[in-house]
């Protein structure tokens, strides 16, 4: 877990990168930011769990425009069968966050917030044990260090630990960087992971609130879009990326640069 502590909403990035959510298709993405498959890894307790960085995609224009309705046939680019292909674009989810349905754990030196409609299905809070349980018992150092580090993982930011006493939220330091999620245990893929604080809107203009780990649909099936809300888990949905047709001159570095 970084040793660094910052909230969300202070995580913007530079102004260099920048997401634009058009209306019909795809995730225009500005500034080339590096864009790496991240695959979930829930164990084993010897390694721990944790992302598992893979084959690097090259933002070959700028912008570059990402698919956002499941179904191009060059993912994880758009190729514009969004024009022919039923889905619906509709961007449902409210522009600045809401506290609706968050519920709060006290535990004895952390407290844990919790926003259910941001779970994307990534099943960290249960990796290390239930990451509640773990913050009910935080006075043992090692249960308080489990309940951290599960909280940090979550990708789309479902969860935050909170140091009780000062407030400070607990979060991993990401560089401004796209993962393209992959689930192998469960043989699913999931959305684009949107890390260090890219800002990112709507085509007029309207923006939504920045943060340091979000993550957009990538399936086109999400209720809640742009964000995830899990269901490419439900439907089993695959984005059948072939890591061949990658960059093979680059290897990413795992975009936390943090100290445990």
């Not at 046939?73 to 022919?84: F, I, L, M, N, Q």
């Not at 960087?177 to 245990?185: D, N, R, V």
């Amino acid at each position: 877990m970084s040793d660094n502590k910052f909230e969300p909403s202070e995580a913007a990035a530079p102004g260099r990168y920048r997401i634009t959510i058009t209306e019909k298709g795809p995730y225009l993405v500005y500034g080339r930011p590096s864009l790496t498959i991240e695959r979930i890894r829930l164990g084993p307790r010897d390694a721990g769990p944790g992302f598992e960085t893979g084959a690097h995609f090259e933002m070959r224009t700028d912008p570059t425009a990402l698919c956002r309705c499941g179904a191009s046939h060059r993912k994880p680019y758009c190729d514009g069968t969004h024009a022919s292909t039923a889905w619906d674009p509709t961007l449902t989810a409210p522009l600045q966050p809401t506290t609706a349905g968050r519920e709060v754990v006290e535990g004895a030196t952390l407290t844990l917030e919790d926003h259910p409609r941001r779970c994307t299905q990534a099943r960290f809070c249960q990796a290390e044990g239930d990451v509640r349980s773990l913050v009910g018992r935080s006075s043992d150092p090692d249960a308080r260090q489990r309940a951290i580090h599960e909280a940090g993982l979550c990708p789309g930011g479902r969860l935050t630990a909170r140091d009780r006493q000062s407030g400070e939220a607990f979060e991993i330091r990401y560089e401004p960087s796209l993962g393209l999620i992959e689930a192998p245990a469960a043989g699913v893929s999931g959305g684009l992971w949107l890390r260090g604080g890219i800002p990112f809107g709507r085509e007029d203009g309207r923006t939504y609130a920045t943060r340091n780990r979000v993550v957009l649909c990538r399936c086109g099936r999400s209720a809640d879009k742009p964000f995830c809300d899990g269901t490419h888990a439900t439907v089993k949905w695959h984005d059948g990326l072939d890591e061949a047709t990658a960059a093979p001159e680059r290897t990413a570095a795992p975009a936390a640069g943090a100290k445990r």
